[in-house]
């Protein structure tokens, strides 16, 4: 009995040590992989997290592109006539008809101006085409821009316009006006069809050609431009 007693006791103290042995074990085993706070690896692991897609160079040049310049005037001067950008497109070649002069301008490279070939649209007189940089078969087109007066249409004068990001001012033989009545350069000289008010030299009649202030209508030809501008009779 006494040995049967010793054995039974020897089995208890064995089973006993086996559960606390396995208790630590698994007490000390780790439930989940470690994470560190903001780590790739634990992004990585959250459901449905994607890596977001890196942008290309030329993802961020379109996006940049896309996103400038509405704010930026883009002009051409076309024998002397101001032409707003009115965007690439694809037009039907044989409604083009090539200009004889060249229109110089850098457009909106870093290039100096150059001597560029644009052709004017049949269906509308108002509206030339330079070939642009990008597909074959597009154009920069661009509209002329026009008021009239007594029924007639005056072009706005940009001939020193040889780039984007420059707005058609006055001519060099006239000086920038000091106030808003045109003085000391121009007089009063009327109105346009408009109702917008039309400055002359002393002495000059406004049918051969006159200036106007910068104008804060948004539906004036010229709005936005911060700068006198000088209408001639469209050619």
Do not use: C, H
């Amino acid at each position: 009995p006494r040995a049967g007693m010793a054995a039974a006791a020897l089995a208890s103290v064995a089973f006993a040590l086996l559960l606390s042995l396995e208790g630590f074990r698994v007490l000390r085993a780790p439930t989940s992989a470690p994470r560190v706070a903001g780590s790739p690896a634990t992004e990585l692991a959250s459901p449905g997290y994607a890596p977001p897609a890196e942008k290309s160079a030329d993802s961020l040049t379109a996006a940049t592109a896309s996103s400038s310049p509405a704010s930026t005037p883009r002009f051409i001067a076309v024998a002397e006539e101001a032409y707003a950008w009115l965007g690439v497109r694809s037009p039907d070649s044989a409604s083009l008809t090539p200009l004889d002069a060249k229109v110089t301008s850098s457009l909106g490279s870093a290039e100096p101006p150059a001597p560029r070939d644009a052709w004017r649209s049949s269906t509308d007189p108002d509206i030339v085409f330079l070939r642009s940089g990008e597909a074959s078969g597009t154009y920069e087109a661009f509209k002329r821009v026009v008021r009239t007066f007594k029924g007639k249409p005056y072009a706005m004068w940009a001939g020193d316009v040889t780039a984007f990001g420059l707005w058609p001012a006055l001519p060099p033989q006239y000086a920038q006006p000091s106030s808003a009545d045109g003085s000391p350069t121009f007089v009063a000289a009327g109105k346009d069809d408009s109702g917008l008010d039309i400055f002359a030299p002393p002495g000059a009649s406004p049918e051969a050609g006159f200036a106007i202030g910068p104008s804060g209508n948004a539906g004036d030809p010229a709005a936005g431009d911060p700068n006198w501008t000088w209408w001639l009779p469209a050619r």
